[in-house]
């Protein structure tokens, strides 16, 4: 895949997107400089003689109110929401993983398929859909069934098409079915062959934010935390990604499983002396195993991993639907501060499920493992009031629990959960899974916001058989006042730069004798600032190998500018087992 292809077209996708959000957004009345003129009657609002719903409308006058910051962001996120759509769209399509196309066009004049025969689509009512082409209302007749098929898609992946009544739906941008639409050109930018395998997924959200990224790391200031995800985010090229997986998943199976046939599927495999090698896994079943990338970004480790255990699965007779159910909810975990980086992550190892198991995966309630790790603010925290049935100790123990995420966007996956409530995690996601429906309107809205942090924290305070990663890279000259606060209290040794903390930090994560396997930047190797991370783990861990790549790992980014090296280590004593 030629990437620079890719990024041209991203960051011209996110131009076009912009472009045409804020052309929808002028037409009801909304700019850099407020709301227009306006009249409200009964549920709809008037503006340049248009109608528009009054409940979808007034929710953007709210943000636009706030200033020029608040109107730019709400622009930005409903392009990226709208990207987000067709992208997923375009790759399903391009697989044949749904009936309908919305993107693609088999003509040469781009018109998508889906309007050769819409009343075929059941989305609509067959009589409206007549009504529309009768009356030669095309563009109204594809809104329509593009918002019922996004919302019919809800059910299978609900993290990339959120049921659509808010003001995504109404700025939608127009014009969807001229010749230089945007969807056009999401459907006629790259060469179909792009589209096969979903990691392009991944290379368009780094390459879409990489403007974004530019802006901040060309700013030379400390990271706000919401410029972090943005800063940080970096796609890692497949063959590394393979040597991390099979050095620590893959080596795991091998250690219990001696003769399995799947060394022979692992390219990049490392050969140990298994004579000295202490052995900690013996006769594990697949379904025991759990792997966590904890800044899973867009997902690209997680699909690897998938496919070395369906590898696995396969060789222990499982079905191909047993096998993804498994992966999907039993081995499967990523964390991730920057929401749609997790939304993408869970619709990829979505198709690598569809890839697997067919469509009949759709059918099925899947509970993906996969994470946006949410912030809290103190209001949140005082109001465990409203969840029922909790003793005044309970009460306390939770508002301690969500604490611990006051600053989760600066701190991301180097939260830890106090040890003494890791027990009490389970007791409260029940007793919130049945407010999550209670008659009192608070009690619900609270219950289900405390059950996705719970979750979250579930995650966070398990212990894995491998933490696979390629971790943020950031120095201290960008940590915000925060974030360097708290390296300094929790991870002194690894302060100087985000990866180094995220190093300890893995360790943290797994259970004795499982592997960290990691790509980072070089400098933790050398530098005097992390000599006592070094000693660290010369004494209580053991290397068991690591590629020393210089520079040129990441072409994409400019050659010469990122120096790695990649490891995998494993969680006890070294003994005299070299590396």
């Not at 934010?209 to 497949?238: C, H, M, N, W």
């Not at 639907?321 to 190892?349: S, T």
């Not at 067919?358 to 925290?381: A, C, H, P, T, W």
């Not at 980072?520 to 600032?529: D, E, G």
């Amino acid at each position: 895949m030629n990437t620079g292809e890719v990024k041209k077209f991203a960051v011209r996708a996110r131009q076009l997107f912009i472009e045409q959000v804020k052309a929808k957004a002028a037409l009801l009345g909304f700019s850099e400089k407020g709301v227009a003129e306006h009249k409200e009657v009964k549920t709809e609002v008037i503006v340049n003689e248009s109608v528009y719903p009054k409940k979808q409308w007034k929710e953007i006058a709210k943000v636009v109110k706030k200033g020029k910051s608040d109107y730019l962001s709400l622009i930005d996120e409903v392009a990226y929401t709208w990207f987000n759509r067709f992208v997923a769209l375009k790759f399903m399509e391009e697989n044949g993983y749904i009936n309908h196309r919305f993107v693609k066009s088999s003509s040469d004049k781009w018109y998508p398929d889906v309007l050769s025969a819409p009343e075929e689509t059941n989305l609509l009512d067959k009589n409206e859909v007549i009504q529309l082409k009768l009356s030669n209302e095309y563009e109204k007749l594809y809104k329509k069934l593009l918002i019922a098929h996004c919302n019919n898609l809800h059910k299978a992946m609900p993290f990339i098409f959120e049921e659509i009544e808010d003001y995504t739906e109404l700025l939608l941008p127009d014009l969807l079915l001229a010749a230089n639409s945007i969807i056009a050109y999401i459907d006629k930018g790259l060469p179909s062959d792009f589209w096969k395998d979903v990691e392009i997924i991944g290379w368009l959200y780094q390459f879409y934010i990489s403007e974004k990224k530019d802006e901040v790391i060309g700013s030379k200031k400390a990271y706000k935390k919401e410029d972090i995800p943005a800063a940080t985010q970096l796609f890692t090229p497949r063959w590394i990604v393979d040597y991390l997986v099979q050095n620590s998943t893959g080596r795991i199976w091998l250690e219990s499983y001696p003769k399995s046939v799947l060394k022979e599927r692992m390219k990049y495999y490392v050969e140990s002396d298994v004579d000295v090698e202490k052995k900690f896994y013996s006769n594990i079943n697949p379904e025991e195993l759990k792997i966590i990338d904890p800044a899973c970004g867009s997902g690209h480790i997680l699909i690897r991993v998938f496919d070395t255990l369906m590898n696995i699965y396969r060789e222990m007779g499982y079905s191909d639907l047993d096998a993804v159910k498994n992966i999907v909810e039993k081995n499967l975990y990523g964390l991730d501060i920057d929401k749609r980086a997790a939304q993408l992550a869970c619709f990829a190892v979505m198709m690598k499920a569809r890839e697997y198991a067919g469509s009949r995966i759709f059918r099925q309630k899947l509970d993906l493992n996969i994470y946006e790790i949410q912030e809290v603010d103190k209001n949140l925290v005082d109001s465990t009031e409203f969840i029922k049935g909790l003793s005044k100790e309970e009460d306390e123990q939770l508002q301690e629990i969500l604490s611990v995420f006051l600053e989760a966007k600066n701190i991301g996956s180097l939260i830890t959960i106090p040890e003494k409530y890791l027990d009490k995690i389970d007791y409260f996601l029940e007793i919130l899974e049945n407010q999550l429906n209670d008659d009192f309107e608070l009690t619900k809205k609270y219950a289900s916001q405390y059950y996705q942090i719970l979750k979250v924290a579930k995650v966070l305070g398990q212990k894995y058989d491998a933490v696979v990663a390629n971790p943020p890279y950031m120095g201290n000259k960008a940590h915000n006042e925060i974030l360097k606060k708290f390296l300094q209290k929790n991870y002194p040794d690894s302060k100087s730069d985000l990866f180094a903390a995220f190093i300890e930090r893995g360790f943290e994560f797994l259970k004795e004798g499982g592997f960290e396997a990691m790509i980072t930047m070089q400098s933790w190797m050398f530098l005097s600032s992390y000599e006592k991370l070094r000693k660290k783990i010369l004494k209580n861990y053991q290397i068991v190998n690591m590629v020393h790549l210089g520079t040129r790992a990441f072409p994409e980014i400019g050659g010469e500018v990122v120096q790695n090296t990649a490891f995998v280590i494993r969680k006890c004593k070294p003994g005299d087992t070299l590396g």
